[in-house]
Every structure is written in C-alpha cells, then in structure tokens.
C-alpha cells in the first residue's frame, strides 16, 4: 500500500528554470513532511521540512507549498541549476507511524545546462 | 564532524546466507534506523534502535533483526538470504527517536544476493 504518492517519475528542466515535484499523501495522522535529495552512490541528505501548521516554507531557492486539505505538498526549486540533477524524495511521519518515514518512490531530476 | 558512516560498502553473498552490516551514527545521535531501498524506489523502514532495544519495526520478516551497543553503534542482520533481499541498505540516525527528528543517512551498503 503507497501511502506516499509522487509526481512526477522524472523531470528535465532547463538551467533557471522551476523544478516542481508534486506528492499527496493519505494518513491523516502524519504531522512533519521533509524533503531529500539523493545523488547517485550517496544517501539521501535532508533538503527542507514542513509540518502542516504552516503552508510553505522557503530555503534559499527551495520552497515547500502545503495543503493540508488536499492532503498534498510540493517542492519548488527556483533557478535549478545543473548541480541539482538528483533524484528527489518526499517522505513522510507520525501518528503511529513515529519515526518510520514512509517515503515517496522519488524523482528524478535532470537540470540541462 | 564524522557523518553516518557504514561498513562494508559492497557486498556479494549467495542465497541463504547470511549478512551482518554495521553502522556509526553521527556524533550527537543516539538513535539509529535502518532503510532498505530497492532499485528505483524509496527507502523503506525496516526498524529502529533506541537505547538498545528495538523501538519500532516495518513490515519485515523476523529474518531481518539487529542490535545496537552502548556507543549507539548497531548491526543490522538478515538471515537465510533471498534474492530479493537485494538492495541498498541505508543507516539513519537521529538526536531522538521522535518522528519529528531529521534524519541523517549513511552512504549505505549494497547487497548482492546471487
């Protein structure tokens, strides 16, 4: 059972353009929703993180927008640049689900230069 | 500041063996999960170590298990080996063992069941 849903599978975005990953989740319980950023033979790394308090957060050129009624987040990376070329993962916890982050099956992006 | 660091990073084993992998958590943390993840997919929650007891479990057979020392350094175990057992297994450690404690992995190890 997916309970983290993500969109799209792969992206390709020009440098300077918007990147936009979309997920949609279904436990209501969850309550804190990070994003990561994986490069190829590396784990993932912690990009940004929200909880559903709050509809978007920003870091520098990554922004976290929030729905909670629809049950969805996304990720907006501004002016991409070829060394974001990664595959992106939502991730999701809480509830009975404490710690267990249930994570989206991730994206990947490719920033063409 | 040493990250997560995992040993070994590669490893070829046959059907029905069996693995031990280990892990450092980052200095500072005390808690350690461990993730599988499969080619092209997410990581998936196999189980946490907290003050060296298993805390929480994924939906995992009973051939997975681990255990953590009281340097918060713990193993992670897979018995009678399938070749579906194949995958990059990752190493997270956090400050605490709430859900709201980020997560730093390890570059994890790769697992090759022949």
């Known amino acids: 059972q997916q309970q983290v849903k993500q969109s799209p599978q792969s992206l390709i975005v020009q440098k300077g353009g918007i990147s936009i990953i979309n997920c949609a989740y279904e436990?209501?319980?969850?309550?804190?929703f990070p994003w990561y950023q994986q490069f190829p033979g590396k784990g993932p790394a912690l990009l940004i993180a929200i909880r559903p308090d709050v509809s978007e957060k920003k870091e520098g050129r990554f922004t976290i927008s929030f729905n909670k009624s629809a049950k969805q987040f996304s990720l907006h990376i501004m002016d991409s640049q070829p060394g974001d070329s990664a595959t992106y993962f939502c991730a999701a916890s809480g509830g009975n689900y404490g710690q267990n982050f249930v994570f989206g099956p991730g994206t990947r992006l490719s920033v063409l230069p | 500041d040493a990250g997560v660091t995992q040993s070994p990073t590669h490893l070829i084993k046959t059907r029905g063996q069996q693995v031990t992998l280990r892990c450092s958590p980052k200095s500072g943390h005390d808690t350690v999960s461990w993730y599988q993840q499969a080619l092209g997919q997410g990581p998936q929650f196999i189980f946490q170590?907290?003050?060296?007891?298993?805390?929480q479990r994924g939906n995992f057979p009973d051939r997975f298990s681990g255990h953590q020392f009281p340097n918060y350094s713990s193993e992670l175990n897979v018995n009678a080996l399938l070749l579906g057992d194949s995958a990059l297994y990752l190493c997270?450690?956090?400050?605490?063992?709430?859900?709201?404690?980020?997560?730093?992995f390890g570059n994890g190890t790769r697992l090759t069941v022949t």
């Open positions: 170590y907290y003050e060296e007891e298993e805390r």
């Open positions: 997270a450690s956090s400050k605490t063992p709430g859900g709201h404690s980020p997560l730093h």
């Open positions: 436990n209501t319980a969850f309550d804190y």
